[in-house]
């Protein structure tokens, strides 16, 4: 019933930048915890930022002070602002969201994007 889909993925140079969108679209009643997660092919997943429904955030060490998670509630869509990327930023971004699909449902599911390939390189 919930699908996320992530758009924003692409090809840029060492020190540019990149904004990634994941809108849920479906039977949604609200969604808490929004997040983007990463996988290089050498490493395992790793969660790059994590946004909660009040606002507050977390990152993963390597990107502080370079991305920015956000979301637009009013159309159920996080984002993440990717400034001064590295090649080692180089990944399949995940969208990650917590949903309820009724006012019942209790702690909600968990649902993944397919995922939007980032490249950085010269």
């Known amino acids: 019933q919930v699908q996320l889909l992530e758009s924003g993925g692409g090809l840029v140079q060492p020190g540019g930048s990149l904004r990634l969108s994941c809108a849920a679209s479906?039977?949604?009643?609200?969604?808490?915890?929004m997040a983007w997660y990463r996988q290089a092919p050498r490493k395992q997943r790793e969660l790059v930022a994590l946004?909660?429904?009040?606002?507050?955030?977390n990152y993963a060490d390597s990107v502080k002070g370079r991305f920015t998670i956000s979301r637009d509630n009013a159309e159920n869509t996080v984002f993440l602002q990717m400034n001064s990327l590295k090649a080692e930023d180089t990944a399949v971004y995940y969208c990650?969201?917590?949903?309820?699909?009724?006012?019942?449902?209790?702690?909600?599911?968990?649902?993944w994007g397919q995922g939007t390939q980032v490249t950085v390189s010269l």
């Open positions: 990650q969201a917590n949903i309820l699909r009724a006012v019942d449902e209790g702690f909600g599911r968990i649902y």
């Open positions: 479906g039977s949604i009643f609200s969604i808490k915890n």
């Open positions: 946004i909660r429904s009040g606002g507050s955030t």
